[in-house]
């Protein structure tokens, strides 16, 4: 079996966990290949029985043999960049949480010897993620124009808002006078799309929600439309420049520039160790059912 791993920096308390990881998966013979910068900082705190493979971009971790999993260790963000070194390769992606809430990094330092044993012994389930591509017509993303979580339109050094005219499959829906849009997977539904008052969508729903941020006009709500769609953003600004975003990467562009966003022709896969689901996540995430009543 052969395991990547890429991460971030992590808080010193939890190198005991990850030193239980690495020592976990090399007495089993899983053979790791690790991103290079992550790999220097694990050396600095974690011994290892021998030196292992690094890699540092997409063609690098597919390399001659077929990676079997992606162990994400960090947060949310952390393996929102690991999306963008599985690409379409369908390497499944196991989110370790050292970051603080974690939704799709879900696993936390107390079920990591669960979570692996799941894997090695075949107890898990596959869950496949719909992504959103974006298209302009200068290619602001190049390789690299799918989002996992949300694309996101916002104003740009100003205080003023900026009005984004959508259109759904050519049809338009509305005028928005906001501090920005929101278009988000159900993945992404529990993070930005959520602090600005969208829904929360179960996965594998088929839908994407169209969120404003801040709305200059209150009855402005969300609102969730087949992932079939395709929408066309065209954005004004007093500046002449606005942000696009996915997930956690921006670019610049100017009001001449459409973007057009639909649902991207691959999708990601999260592995789901057992007694660990979407519902039990948010759950306690979100600490439902934690009230002094109940």
């Known amino acids: 079996m ?18 239980h990881l690495i020592k976990k998966l090399e007495n089993e013979h899983v053979k790791l290949i690790i991103e290079e910068e992550f790999y220097s900082f694990l050396k600095k705190n974690i011994r290892f029985k021998k030196t292992h493979h690094t890699f540092n971009t997409h063609e690098g971790l597919k390399g001659e043999d077929y990676t079997d999993f992606l162990f994400s260790i960090g947060g949310d963000g952390t393996l929102l960049k690991a999306v963008t070194y599985i690409k379409d390769s369908d390497i499944p992606i196991l989110g370790i949480n050292t970051g603080r809430l974690g939704f799709i990094s879900s696993i936390s330092a107390d079920q990591i010897e669960d979570a692996v044993n799941d894997i090695i012994k075949n107890r898990y389930t596959i869950n496949e993620r719909t992504l959103l591509e974006l298209k302009t017509n200068n290619n602001l993303f190049k390789e690299t124009n799918f989002a996992l979580n949300e694309v996101a339109v916002s104003k740009k050094d100003t205080s003023s808002m900026i009005r984004v005219d959508a259109f759904v499959d050519n049809d338009f829906l509305n005028t928005y006078w906001a501090d920005g849009l929101v278009i988000s997977t159900p993945t992404g539904s529990t993070g930005y799309s959520l602090s600005c008052g969208g829904p929360i969508i179960m996965p594998g729903t088929n ?6 941020n801040a709305p200059h006009n209150l009855n402005v709500r969300p609102i969730v439309i087949d992932d079939n769609s395709i929408i066309k953003l065209k954005v004004e600004d007093r500046d002449q420049l ?14 001449s520039t459409e973007l057009i966003i ?10 789901q160790p057992q007694n660990n689901s979407f519902t039990t996540t948010i759950r306690n995430k979100l600490m439902w059912g934690l009230d002094k009543r109940s």
């Open 242 to 255: 606005a942000l696009v975003s996915l997930d956690s990467r921006s670019r610049s562009f100017d009001s």
């Open 207 to 212: 839908n994407i929600i169209i969120t404003p």
């Open 2 to 19: 052969i395991i990547a791993l890429l991460g971030s920096k992590y808080p010193e308390h939890f190198s005991k966990y990850i030193q």
């Open 262 to 271: 639909k649902k991207a022709n691959f999708k990601i896969k999260l592995v």
